[in-house]
């Protein structure tokens, strides 16, 4: 069993850190906010006010983080990761991150003799603590092979897309496609409204045929139609992967119609859905209130 280092205890690192420890790692803790820290140590995983003992004992650091800039500060700022160089040290960014900036950073890591993979995840809070998220995954062959048994202890699915960044890649066109598809499923039932056809029939209909995606099958019968909204996912995270996935489409050179309409579309529920909204009330652009009271 290993030594665990988690850097970020938010929804989602705080359930991979209580995985690990019901997988039997030893896991150390690390988070900024003090309180956050305080509420894990209450659940029996051992924290740090600062991520040194974590890179003097880990042997393998997960990060779960808000966005790029923050992994970039955590592994490159001053009291963070490169300034306690550990040869060895393996680094895997959980965080739905900037897939250049992975690449990046994993070079000057490298250059430490330290290593990187991303594994970004979906499953939500509840996948990372019951240790059933699905991971995608982007490193080499000896490096995946290394964090295999910490990652099969957060995951129940992991696919091993490519060098690093290919998880990152993959993860940002997954979230860009579920951010597409709660628009054009609730395109969908706003015309089964207006026809006078009831909602929860259309789905079933949908999801035996071809129009069915991960949304249809999932978020409208888990999070929509019953009102729950509870997904654990929020507004502000989906809109800033949304922001990655045009700014990265943007950078590739490319001119894609439904990429841009789905980030305008997203970037305009500012004016009518708080960030602390669950993801799912995008909805709401087409079906209205009715649909989300
Ligand atoms: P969160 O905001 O709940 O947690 C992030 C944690 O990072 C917070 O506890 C925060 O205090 C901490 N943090 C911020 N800056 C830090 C720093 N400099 N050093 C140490 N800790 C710092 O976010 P989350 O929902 O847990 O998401 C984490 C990542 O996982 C994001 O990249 C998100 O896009 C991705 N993700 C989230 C979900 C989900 O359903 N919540 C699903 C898949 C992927």
Do not use: Y
Request: aromatic share 4%; glycine share 12%.
């Amino acid at each position: 069993m290993a030594t665990v280092g988690v850097i970020g205890l938010g929804n989602m690192g705080r359930g991979m850190a209580l995985s690990l420890t019901r997988g039997g790692h030893r896991v150390l803790g690390f988070d900024a906010v003090e309180a956050t820290r305080a509420a894990l140590a209450g659940e029996g995983i051992e924290t740090f006010p600062d991520m040194a003992p974590l890179c003097r004992e880990a042997e393998i650091i997960i990060l779960s983080l808000p966005n790029a800039e923050i992994v970039e500060a955590v592994i490159t700022g001053p009291g963070g990761l490169l300034a306690h160089p550990k040869p060895g040290l393996l680094i895997v960014d959980t965080s739905t991150s900037h897939p250049e900036v992975t690449r990046k950073l994993a070079a000057r890591l490298e250059a430490a003799g330290m290593a990187m993979v991303d594994a970004p995840v979906s499953g939500g809070p509840k996948g990372a603590i019951t240790g059933t998220m699905t991971m995608v995954i982007g490193g080499t062959e000896a490096d995946v092979a290394r964090a295999m048994p910490v990652l099969e202890a957060m995951s129940a699915k992991r696919v091993h897309i490519g060098p690093v960044g290919a998880g990152h890649v993959t993860k940002i066109v997954n979230n860009l496609l579920c951010a597409a598809h709660l628009l054009t499923g609730a395109e969908a039932l706003r015309i089964a409204r207006e026809a006078g056809v009831d909602a929860e029939r259309l789905l079933e209909g949908l999801n035996a045929g071809s129009g069915r995606s991960g949304v249809t099958q999932v978020n409208f019968p888990t999070w929509v139609l019953n009102g729950a909204f509870d997904s654990g996912f929020t507004m502000k995270l989906m809109r800033k992967d949304v922001r990655l996935a045009a700014q990265f489409v943007g950078e590739l050179g490319l001119d894609l119609p439904l990429a841009a309409d789905t980030a305008r579309l997203w970037a305009t529920s500012e004016a009518t859905i708080p960030d602390t909204e669950d993801f799912n009330r995008i909805v709401s652009l087409q079906l209205g209130p009715v649909a989300t009271s």
